[in-house]
């Protein structure tokens, strides 16, 4: 079975550009998460989706932040104007059914993103 | 608020011993889950095991095991016989449930594991 992927890899950007990232979750998985993980920190929820509804976006800076899902499949983050602190690996995580508390996240091999 | 505490930055161990490493976490929920993942240096978060708050008996995955103490709000991993490839970060993180079903993960700082040969 195929893991979550995501691409690019990595990705260099200059602030106040704009980026993307592309994550395909696990076939049949329901749920996909998108993570923020700065250096040296654990990794912080984004936003979540159930299908292609948004489920909890509460942590998404939705000034510059934005995602979509839009055929409950393979998603994109979209970050539109980059600031040095977005620099930082984001991960996309796909579940089967949210069953909380014993669902289990699968994660993608991250996009590394650097702003200068 | 939830929160995971992983106290340890980085630790060492020798080549086929055993290594513990903390996680405390704090919730007022009665039903929460306990995840551990494993990130290498390639970045990929690797699931290696999961213990929820009714389950009676620590959770086991071949060499690795959770001990589960839930009134001291302690779920600490061990690495039996500990492998060069051991060598990562690792990551304890706690199923959010005080925001309704959504799965939210909250994750500790982290701990670096070297294996010495």
């Known amino acids: 079975e195929a893991g979550v992927a995501q691409s690019p890899r990595y990705k260099i950007i200059e602030k106040r550009q704009s980026v993307a990232f592309w994550c395909n979750p696990i076939s049949g998985h329901a749920t996909l998460y998108w993570y923020q993980q700065i250096l040296g920190q654990g990794p912080k929820l984004l936003i979540q989706f159930q299908n292609n509804g948004v489920v909890d976006d509460s942590q998404l800076p939705k000034d510059r932040f934005s995602a979509e899902r839009l055929k409950g499949v393979d998603s994109t983050l979209k970050i539109q104007p980059a600031k040095l602190e977005d620099s930082a690996v984001y991960l996309c995580?796909?579940?089967?059914?949210?069953?909380?508390?014993?669902?289990?996240?699968?994660f993608g091999p991250g996009t590394r993103l650097l702003v200068l | 608020a939830q929160k995971i505490t992983q106290t340890q930055p980085g630790m060492f161990v020798q080549e086929k011993e055993a290594v513990t490493l903390d996680c405390t976490y704090d919730t007022s929920d009665p039903s929460y889950g306990l995840f551990w993942y494993k990130q290498p240096s390639s970045g990929e978060m690797i699931f290696l095991i999961y213990?929820?708050?009714?389950?009676?008996q620590n959770a086991t995955e071949g060499r690795y095991s959770l001990n589960f103490q839930k009134a001291r709000k302690s779920a600490n991993l061990v690495i039996s016989a500990s492998q060069l490839g051991d060598s990562a970060m690792y990551f304890c993180a706690m199923r959010d449930l005080s925001s309704g079903n959504t799965g939210k993960l909250i994750f500790g700082q982290g701990t670096t594991l070297q294996v010495k040969p």
């Open positions: 213990q929820g708050s009714y389950d009676q």
């Open positions: 995580a796909s579940s089967l059914v949210p069953q909380p508390p014993m669902e289990t996240q699968y």
